[in-house]
């Protein structure tokens, strides 16, 4: 059995399992649902010896984070992979592998061409597999927007590398869709062939793992009672569960309300429902709304696919707050003005009220920090902070802000070489207009 510390113990014994048997695996799930927090628990110093335990010899695990990768490109895959790579490893002393390994990542951050930067790559995980003692094994987390950035050589290399060192290399990746429904194709279909029988879908917390969660967060005011409520109203999501723990611990000891009213009104729970609800297809979000408001069972195929998403316990979705956050967006007036509009509850974005298709979560974030400072300057410090997150200061260069921003506006704006509401001041920063740019 893995360590007691590690979320989703049944996941992770099965993961753990596919690990020791050299077998590659993929965790699927919603952002927000525990996907990293599973991923980075992978590669603790606990974990990593479980698994020495079940192989019977040594393996390092590598935890590789996406969102540091400074562009949705291969050359910036391999960057952000070696980069973890030496971050973990040390290597014994007098052992020319750390200094191959730089030389290396070096040689992949300068290359000026794609197969330059390819061919160091596979020379890196080459060296690694051979010098490394036992089994290398690569966390790939957040590998949604680079995996469908890679291009089919970079995914046959990766195939290849794996057939080479059957038995000394291993991925996990974490996406919100599964491989095959991000990408398909013979080459797509070649690599996700890895991870046919071993991909996984995220589940919630159970009763115990919520309760155990929410000790641990030591908040006065929450009563074995009310971790239960907790539960129940958050369906075992771990954000929501978070997001209600907060609003039922700031309540007296004696308040006897509508707990489930009152949570749907509070601002963290409904933001957690945003998290979620962004991410569905239009199609998806449809035939959620269609389930709580018309309360009748939808087809087969659609409850099924609702259901491997998370979002439904049986035929009903999974939490009393998120069923009355898609009722109360139902029912929000349509938007016909002139001018970009955002509705922070149910997520909907309209451009003179004809609804934008779905943004990813990137650019939800990045048009919410423009739509609170509408007709102000926005710089790439406050951008980067509240897209990415302060620690990403030093990662995340202009190109890169430049490329979020113009898919941004690929999307709001009808015609993107001559926008009318999403304005660049050339080294300054960048600003939402509340009426648009004439002439």
Known sequence: MPSPTLPFPSLSARLLDDLAEDRCAAVVGLSNTGKSTLMRALASPESEAELRRRRGGPCTLIYVDCNQAVATSPQAFYEVVLRAALERIDGPVGSELPASLRGYHEAVTSAETAF???????????????????????????????YVGLDDR???????LKDRFADRLIYVTATVRSLLELRGGPVEGEFA???????????????????????????DGLSAKRRALCFELSGGNPGLLLAVANVLAALPPDWEGDAARLVSQELSPRTECLKLWIQLTPEEQADVTALVLEQESLPGPQLRRLESLGLLTGSTPFSPVFAEFVARRARGGEVTEEGVH??????????????IPVLTDLEFRLLSLLY????????????????????????????RVEKLVSRLRGKIESDPAAPR????????????LSTPVTG
């Open 116 to 146: 330059s930067a390819s061919l160091s790559f596979n020379l890196a995980l080459t060296g690694l597999c051979e010098q490394q003692a036992g089994a290398l094994v690569l966390l790939i987390d957040e590998f949604d927007e680079i």
């Open 154 to 160: 970079a995914l046959l290399n990766l195939r290849a």
């Open 193 to 219: 062939e890895m991870f046919s029988a071993t991909t996984y879908r995220l589940p919630a917390l159970d009763q115990a793992e919520s309760d155990a969660m929410l000790k641990a967060l030591d908040l």
């Open 342 to 355: 955002l509705d922070p509850d149910s997520g909907d974005v309209r451009v003179d009220g004809v609804r």
């Open 372 to 399: 609170e400072r509408r007709d102000k300057l926005t710089d790439k410090y406050r951008i980067v902070t509240a897209v990415w997150g302060e620690s990403f200061l030093g990662e995340i260069d202009d190109a």
């Open 421 to 432: 509401y999403l304005i660049t001041q050339r080294g300054r920063g960048y600003k939402l």
